[in-house]
């Protein structure tokens, strides 16, 4: 039986204003298959590379495949924006930077479906409120574990926490290599590839792009 989900578009909207509303946020209606139906396309795969997926070893891989499946892109059932609902105004008259840098994530090429692995680095400059550290943290893995291209996630990110919480500007940078390149195609094992998206004040003045990479770098001994 089909099941008919809520679920969060996955492009910003390029046409959207930096303080508007990023149209990836909001629900829309998706149908997705039944459980059964994907351990079937699993099984067909199967069969397609040259496989028997009623040997013993295959027997049940359908079935851990969509319990992996579940998992590594359970990021389409989650709304970013509602792990930063929650700020707080008592900081003490801090006003600079808030950096959180060497998040680790993992992600999915949605060109085909291998595994992106790097580290994002987040900063914002707040108006008045910050956000639990955890929870910029949490807004990355939740766009990671969708089918992504780096300069989607890049820009998903800083749209969202500019939306929510809107600070004086956000900084978001992303390093990651991609399997992709390491294990088909052209084969370059330990290639990073590097993007970077600045809103606000980080946009208006070079000087504090300048600040939040040293930072990150500085920080990271390199």
């Known amino acids: ?26 629900k829309r209606e998706t149908d997705r298959p039944s459980r059964e139906e994907a351990e079937a396309a699993v099984r067909t795969l199967l069969r397609w590379t040259g496989d028997d997926p009623e040997r013993e070893g295959l027997r049940e891989t359908p079935q851990r495949v969509v319990k992996a499946f579940e998992e590594m892109f359970g990021g389409y059932d989650l709304c970013p924006a509602e792990e930063l609902g929650r700020t707080f105004e008592e900081v003490a008259g801090y006003d600079d930077l808030v950096l959180v840098k060497d998040i680790p994530f993992h992600s999915h090429c949605e060109h ?19 956000v639990g550290l955890s929870k910029i943290a949490r807004v990355v893995d939740i766009f990671a574990r969708r089918l992504q291209t780096q300069e989607a996630l890049t820009a998903q990110v800083a ?13 978001v940078m992303i390093e990651a290599e991609h399997m992709c390149m390491a294990m088909r195609g052209i084969r370059k094992q330990g290639s990073t590839t590097l993007t970077s998206t600045f809103t606000g004040i980080f946009k208006e003045k070079p000087e504090e792009q300048v600040r939040f990479v040293t930072m990150v770098r500085d920080s990271r001994g390199g």
């Open 1 to 26: 039986m089909d099941a008919i989900i809520k679920n969060f578009p996955h492009r910003p909207d390029s046409s959207a204003k930096e303080t508007g509303k990023p149209d990836f946020l909001d």
């Open 159 to 171: 749209a969202t926490i500019q939306h929510v919480l809107d600070p004086l500007g956000v900084a």
């Open 112 to 130: 085909h479906m291998v595994p992106i692995v790097g580290k994002a680095h987040v900063g914002y400059l707040p108006n008045g409120k910050v």
